[in-house]
């Protein structure tokens, strides 16, 4: 208390249930503990209210720095916190330094994908069209279909639940789909569980592409074929970049951006259709 410093780094989440979430704070504690530093979580459940009592706890225990993972409406009380401030996967402040996936290169080659194996009708489940990594995503993957004349029916879904009957639905009035990207691991494996109810085989009449590489992608009951999000990389960086400014090393506002790679498994096809579309493809 007397030196006001307690080698504690916060952690705002909205959520720790979700794949994704539960792998990136693994990843950011493995980096915290190695710099002598504890990680407290707080997991806002993208509640508001939440969220300014977890700010007010901030203040009192002397929290050395703080991440923010969650999507917030609000950003002067993280700009009037005195402490340094970074946020994970999502940019809400010139002011605040970002350590993020290049979600716009990862919609980029989820759409080349799905053009590179011979997709014409595309649905997108998107999750929530007001966040920023869903938009960024959508941007990359809406440009190069753009760039090919193909057209894209969108359709947004909850990130952790999606409604298994939407999707379906979503289906059935575009029955002749035959490529289908979606925004989350998540929202990929229930697309593949409405797409076996209805009859449909993958990839061989629809192809299924998710985002983020999560541990169970590789072991769903069709392997997925995704966009890996470097999680590891995203917990090393985020780190590097509070510890600096926790210990004035570092005072600029940087923006990272890690770079995302396709995954090939097999709910995509193999066959290429135009091979001069899959340059930059990792």
Same mark, same amino acid.
């Given at each position: ?90 940019? &809400?402040? %010139?002011?605040?330094?970002? /350590?993020?996936? $290049? @979600?716009? *290169? ?7 994908? !799905? ?86 085989? &993958?990839? %061989?009449?629809?192809?299924? /592409?998710?985002? $983020? @590489?999560? *541990? ?7 392997? !997925? ?58």
């Amino acid at each position: 208390l007397f030196k006001k410093k307690s080698n504690i780094v916060g952690l705002i989440v909205p959520h720790i249930s979700t794949y994704f979430f539960a792998e990136l704070i693994e990843s950011l504690e493995d980096a915290i503990t190695s710099a002598g530093y504890k990680l407290m979580i707080f997991n806002s459940k993208d509640d508001v209210e939440l969220e300014k009592k977890y700010i007010n706890v901030l203040n009192q225990y002397n929290i050395d720095g703080l991440i923010l993972v969650a999507n917030t409406n609000s950003v002067i009380p993280y700009l009037n916190l005195k402490i340094p401030v970074i946020t994970i996967d999502h940019i &809400i402040d %010139e002011k605040i330094p970002s /350590i993020s996936s $290049d @979600n716009v *290169q990862g919609g980029e080659l989820a759409a080349r994908k !799905l053009i590179e194996c011979g997709a014409k009708k595309i649905i997108h489940f998107r999750g929530p069209s007001d966040l920023i990594t869903v938009i960024d995503r959508s941007r990359g993957f809406y440009q190069v279909m753009d760039d090919a004349n193909i057209d894209v029916y969108s359709f947004d879904l909850d990130f952790r639940k999606p409604d298994i009957e939407d999707i379906e639905m979503f289906i059935k009035k575009n029955p002749d789909v035959d490529g289908i990207f979606c925004s989350s691991d998540i929202i990929a494996f229930y697309v593949i569980s409405a797409l076996k109810r209805l009859g449909y085989s &993958i990839p %061989e009449d629809v192809q299924v /592409i998710g985002f $983020d @590489n999560t *541990q169970d992608a590789k072991n769903f009951s069709v392997p !997925l074929t995704t966009i890996d999000t470097d999680k590891e990389l995203l917990g090393k960086e985020g780190i590097v970049t509070l510890l600096n400014r926790i210990k004035y090393i570092e005072d600029t506002n940087r923006v990272i951006h890690i770079k995302t790679s396709s995954i090939f498994r097999a709910t995509t096809k193999w066959k290429t259709y135009y091979p001069f579309i899959i340059i930059g493809i990792s």
